[in-house]
T-cell receptor, first 114, second 110 residues
Framework: SAVISQKPSRDICQRGTSLTIQCQVD?????MFWYRQQPGQSLTLIAT?????????ESGFVIDKFPISRPNLTFSTLTVSNMSPEDSSIYLC???????????FGPGTRLTVT | RKEVEQDPGPFNVPEGATVAFNCTYSNSASQSFFWYRQDCRKEPKLLMS???SGNEDGRFTAQLNRASQYISLLIRDSKLSDSATYLC???????????FGTGTSLTVIP
């Protein structure tokens, strides 16, 4: 399957600042997603990154807080804006495989907001 | 009611043991089913897709029971390296509607 990478792998940020996380897949994929995983919890879908159009956000997540870009079929970014300590989490991107809806995840970005 | 429910464990089993996890899902429209493995501080990795007829991959067997709306994962001859959290994932084949269980923690003890 395709290889997916994220950067940064981790960051420590100050309250009120923003961080942009990049996700790169080494081949074209149709659907890409952004998830959050808080300590000891399962994954929560933030949004589906749509190529060439606005992302589709899940309930509880808004574009102003988590703007997403998807300029092409191999790349997406997620920005965590105006961060607070509650945003401390692991952020994961993923893409949908070509068979039976399996997903493949990037290595994650571990964000700590102080 | 949650879309997907798993027993969080932890399951602590000796090497060589057989261990089984169950996962129930609430929506009968669910179409695709998966088991993922997540090691501590790592991303989830696809372990197995679960097919209607059941499927086996080495020591791992996955089964689907649509009537009772659950999927299971059986691990035979447990190895120390099997220690991880196992996530049950369900999809309705509608693109982005994935539902994750909270995971079942397994520790294999020497």
């Amino acid at each position: 399957s395709a290889v997916i990478s994220q950067k940064p792998s981790r960051d420590i940020c100050q309250r009120g600042t923003s961080l942009t996380i990049q996700c790169q897949v080494d081949s074209q994929v149709t659907m890409m997603f952004w998830y959050r995983q808080q300590p000891g919890q399962s994954l929560t879908l933030i949004a589906t990154a749509n190529q060439g159009s606005e992302a589709t956000y899940e309930s509880g997540f808004v574009i102003d807080k988590f703007p997403i870009s998807r300029p092409n079929l191999t790349f997406s970014t997620l920005t965590v804006s105006n961060m607070s300590p509650e945003d401390s989490s692991i952020y994961l991107c993923s893409f949908l495989g070509t068979q039976t809806y399996e997903q493949y995840f990037g290595p994650g970005t571990r964000l700590t907001v102080t | 009611r949650k879309e997907v429910e798993q027993d969080p464990g932890p399951f602590n089993v000796p090497e060589g043991a057989t261990v089984a996890f169950n996962c129930t899902y609430s929506n009968s429209a669910s179409q695709s089913f998966f088991w993922y493995r997540q090691d501590c501080r790592k991303e989830p990795k696809l372990l197995m897709s679960v097919y209607s007829s059941g499927n086996e991959d080495g020591r791992f067997t996955a089964q689907l029971n649509r009537a009772s709306q659950y999927i299971s994962l059986l691990i035979r001859d447990s190895k120390l390296s099997d220690s991880a959290t196992y996530l049950c994932v369900v999809n309705r084949n509608t693109g982005n509607q994935f539902y994750f269980g909270t995971g079942t923690s397994l520790t294999v003890i020497p």
